[in-house]
């Protein structure tokens, strides 16, 4: 999968919780959207949502819900990538 990454930061979430990366990117697949994904650094926790969902307050599971898995691998090279910058 081919994601044009636009943003990375890390959140350390407060003090006692698990830290995650957030990424924006370009989907490049057939929705072709600006999307956000949460990584947590254990395999298999990540979250992906449409930004212009989010932006009309879409939050909803089935609406605004894609399948993490389809997008990790390519996310976590991307965070791996951007720690070594």
Do not use: Y
């Not at 081919?2 to 057939?30: E, K, Y």
């Not at 994904?37 to 254990?42: G, K, S, V």
């Amino acid at each position: 999968m081919n994601l044009q990454i636009i943003a990375i930061a890390h959140h350390r979430n407060g003090t006692s919780g698990a830290p995650f990366h957030v990424v924006h990117f370009q989907d490049d697949g057939p929705e072709a959207t600006r999307k956000l994904a949460i990584l947590f650094e254990q395999p298999g926790h990540c979250a992906v949502l449409d930004i212009a969902k989010i932006a009309v307050g879409d939050i909803a599971f089935g609406s605004n819900s894609w399948r993490g898995e389809n997008f990790e691998v390519s996310l976590r090279i991307a965070v791996n990538q951007w720690r070594m910058e």
